[in-house]
């Protein structure tokens, strides 16, 4: 059997009964965007799954289902972001890398929570904190940046690692004013630090977050605050860098200290600086790029671990902006 000058073919596969409704779906909605993207028919008898279509999208179909399995067995269910993660590996060649993601155990939240990398881009950030005292992690917003550096921090914290965590972040005005703004001044920064507080509570729990604060032992600050401090045996993390100027950036990274690392995480497309004033992630990232020990973990839309859409949302703005540089170029 023939269709488009390919042979027609079919395999069989068994899967354990526990792990085929949860590949499939509800309502089959999984299997239906495997044969759509897969180009392949699929359809259950009991626990054998049957496969049809050519030669390699059976062979890739086939791959999809065992790293499926491995999803079930080490998440205990399958999500739609993780189907659709899933599927690009394989069609990239990459499928084998899944269980190196799906092994990698940074911590567990203060829910029982088991925090791991959930992407290629992810496991390589990971990596590279491990390896190096200062990483910058670039890219876009919802790839987990900020929150696996918290989880990092977490873990170096409870391995005593370092003494301390610290987190910061510039409290730059997006199109407010601070000083308009009731309350004092540790009111007025809270809502820039709010994200911080939010994934800290996520991993330790408020009580602990609370009395590890209480002991000076976890800082949550604006970026300000770390001027002319040397900060030793700490685990800090610098976020939304994009704001920074190019003094600040300076100024941040000589506070490391001995027996300390550093992790600063930013979004080049989503800077907030007044105009005429240089942001100071992107000049680190010309000016430190081949110091040893600063390592630049990169993430794009395919590390995005948001709601689905996010991922067609930066698509859609990445497409706009390169089809306005473009008419710039012509006119």
């Not at 730059?172 to 540790?186: I, N, R, T, W």
């Not at 200290?257 to 007044?274: C, F, R």
């Amino acid at each position: 059997m023939e269709n488009n000058g390919e042979e027609i073919l079919e395999k069989q596969l068994e899967v354990d009964g526990e792990y085929v409704s949860e590949i499939f779906g509800n309502y089959d909605e999984n299997i239906e965007l495997i044969e759509e993207t897969l180009e392949s028919n699929i359809a259950l008898r009991g626990n054998t799954i049957k496969i049809i279509g050519s030669k390699e999208s059976i062979e890739l179909t086939e791959k999809l289902i065992q790293k499926l399995v491995d999803v079930m067995k080490s998440e205990g269910k399958i999500t739609k972001q993780s189907l659709i993660y899933a599927m690009d590996l394989v069609v990239r060649g990459e499928g084998d890398k899944m269980k190196e993601i799906l092994n990698d155990i940074i911590c567990i939240a203060a829910s029982g929570k088991t925090l791991k990398p959930k992407t290629l881009g992810q496991k390589r950030y990971i990596d590279n904190i491990r390896k190096n005292d200062i990483v910058f992690g670039i890219g876009p917003a919802g790839t987990g940046k900020t929150y696996l550096a918290m989880a990092m921090a977490v873990k170096a914290f409870r391995n005593k690692e370092v003494t301390r965590i610290i987190l910061t972040r510039p409290a730059v005005e997006a199109g407010e004013s601070l000083g308009f703004l009731p309350g004092d001044l540790q009111e007025k920064v809270d809502p820039y630090l709010r994200p911080l507080y939010d994934a800290l509570f996520d991993i330790l729990g408020a009580e602990s977050y609370l009395k590890y604060k209480e002991r000076g032992l976890i800082e949550v600050a604006p970026l300000a605050y770390m001027r002319g401090r040397t900060l030793e045996s700490a685990f800090i993390i610098l976020d939304e860098a994009q704001n920074t100027t190019t003094e600040q950036m300076k100024m941040f990274l000589t506070r490391l200290g001995n027996g300390s690392k550093a992790v600063v995480t930013g979004d080049i497309t989503q800077i907030d600086l007044p105009p005429g004033k240089s942001s100071g992630l992107k000049q680190a990232e010309r000016i430190l790029k081949d110091i040893k020990g600063i390592s630049f973990s990169y993430f794009d839309k395919t590390d995005v671990v948001r709601h689905r859409l996010v991922q067609d949302i930066i698509e859609a703005y990445e497409a706009y902006d390169k089809k306005k540089s473009m008419k710039s170029k012509e006119s």
